[in-house]
């Protein structure tokens, strides 16, 4: 439905910061909402971040205040990862969401902190 391509991830220290970058085919303001998710190896894929089109925001509760989502204004979705632990280390992915069984997936970054 649509193509979504992540890009910034890379290695850093505990502590260090990176910027996630999500570019769509589309606009993303054609969607319900861009979220963030990520998949450390041998779990689940679980939610990190979103914002829907008219810019409420919303985080999980594992991001303690350190992440932060936004986004500018035709294609493309940020995610600002401060702070960062190795428990942060995972894929992350960018989804684009307009409802159930409408939406659309990148195909991830990887993320490694790591001293």
């Known amino acids: 439905q649509v193509q979504l391509v992540e890009s910034g991830g890379g290695l850093v220290q505990p502590g260090g910061s990176l910027r996630l970058s999500c570019k769509s085919s589309?606009?993303?303001?054609?969607?319900?909402?861009m979220r963030w998710y990520r998949q450390a190896p041998g779990k689940q894929r679980e939610f990190v971040a979103g914002?829907?089109?008219?810019?409420?925001t919303r985080y999980a509760d594992s991001t303690m205040g350190r992440f932060t989502v936004s986004r500018d204004t035709r294609n493309t979705v940020y995610l600002q990862l401060n702070s960062l632990k190795p428990e942060d280390t995972a894929v992350y992915y960018c989804?684009?969401?307009?409802?159930?069984?409408?939406?659309?997936w990148g195909q991830g970054t990887q993320v490694t902190v790591s001293s």
């Open positions: 989804n684009a969401y307009l409802s159930i069984g409408a939406e659309s």
């Open positions: 589309r606009s993303i303001y054609s969607f319900s909402s």
């Open positions: 914002i829907t089109a008219g810019g409420e």
